[in-house]
Nanobody
């Protein structure tokens, strides 16, 4: 499985961005997916996780983004989206999509087998 993240950029505080993660390779719809982020000098941090089910899926958000970020998936397009609203300077980071979730803590990056290359989000005025 290959993951390609895109959609990052520079945005002012309070603004919005939508990130995309396109998957290729094995059956995308069978995998739960996640987004993580890593700010300079910090460890990779869990953002959100979406499970696999035929009628949608359950979502789990980090407290820091709950109510502002929304994850969704389009299995027909093999793509996961992260809609980010009300962005804050502390949201600045490289954002990574992750797939191949093996179970266990969905907030733990070690539980994911596949990673995209990352896309930089900068929130600044």
């Amino acid at each position: 499985v290959q993951l390609q993240a895109s959609g990052g950029g520079l945005v002012q505080p309070g603004g919005s961005l939508r990130l995309s993660c396109a998957a290729s390779g094995r059956t995308f719809s069978s995998y739960s997916m996640g987004w993580f982020r890593q700010a300079p000098g910090k460890e990779r941090e869990f953002v959100v996780h979406i499970t696999f089910t035929w009628n949608g899926g359950s979502t789990y958000y980090a407290d820091s983004v709950k109510g502002r970020f929304t994850i969704s998936r389009d299995n027909a397009k093999n793509t996961v989206y992260l809609q980010m609203n009300s962005l804050k300077p502390e949201d600045t980071a490289v954002y990574y999509c992750a797939g191949g979730y093996s179970g266990g803590g969905y907030y733990d990056p070690r539980m994911y087998k596949y990673w995209g290359q990352g896309t930089l989000v900068t929130v600044s005025s």
